[in-house]
């Protein structure tokens, strides 16, 4: 997206409010790779997703430094709905939280450190909505893990479906990250349990619907 234009866009929708540009300055500050913090647009897309579907719980793999589950969060209308949300790097658990606390949805975060894969089992939950934006060689495991765990008509996003255009980097050779964004997207493509379209927004949306 043009520069101009994406100043336009972020002009014209809702602000992202102090919290969150603090958690997104200090994204940049201290940690590598601040690129994969959501963002302004693409994280007030996820609050007005949680707004439209109305889940009672979310599940996020992959919460880096938390900008997006506190976008998640502050979508949720029901009054119990709640997010778990799982970040593998121990490392960023503190700046984490610390966010989290400060924030007015601390009460509907349940934030866990570790393997996404061996998480899942322990939760016992269903799932009305499931962000996914982990490690991307996993997509296809972290997909077979949670759909059980999702309910009918519930929803996946999946982030950096796109990934930065090398899906159509055709003849050259891919990355490990890049191998698994493929195969997931033919994964998806193919699985007629659910209905899906991908929006390219930023490094690609996958919408996901699992058919009642």
Not at 109 to 124: F, K, M, T, V
């Amino acid at each position: 997206m043009q520069e101009e234009l994406e100043e336009y866009i972020l002009s014209h929708i809702d602000a992202e409010g102090d919290a969150l540009a603090r958690l997104n300055r200090e994204t940049h500050l201290f940690h590598l790779r601040p690129r994969m913090c959501s963002g302004h647009l693409q994280g007030r897309l996820l609050k007005m997703f949680v707004r439209m579907i109305n889940p009672h719980n979310i599940l996020e793999l992959g919460t880096f430094t938390g900008y997006s589950a506190l976008c998640l969060a502050e979508g949720l209308i029901a009054p119990d709905g709640e997010l778990h949300t799982i970040e593998i790097d121990d490392e960023l658990e503190d700046f984490i939280r610390n966010h989290f606390e400060a924030s007015p949805f601390a009460e509907r975060i349940n934030l866990h450190i570790g393997d996404a894969r061996e998480i899942l089992p322990s939760l016992g939950k269903t799932f009305d909505l499931v962000f996914m934006d982990a490690n991307k060689r996993e997509y296809c495991e972290y997909y077979d893990l949670v759909f059980p765990m999702l309910s009918p008509g519930g929803f996946i996003i999946a982030d950096n479906t796109l990934w930065d255009g090398k899906v159509v980097d055709w003849g050259k050779k891919l990355d490990a990250q890049t191998e698994g964004i493929l195969k997931f997207n033919d994964y998806i493509a193919q699985d007629k349990r659910v209905e899906k379209v991908i929006i390219p927004l930023r490094d690609g949306l996958t919408i996901i619907y699992k058919k009642p």
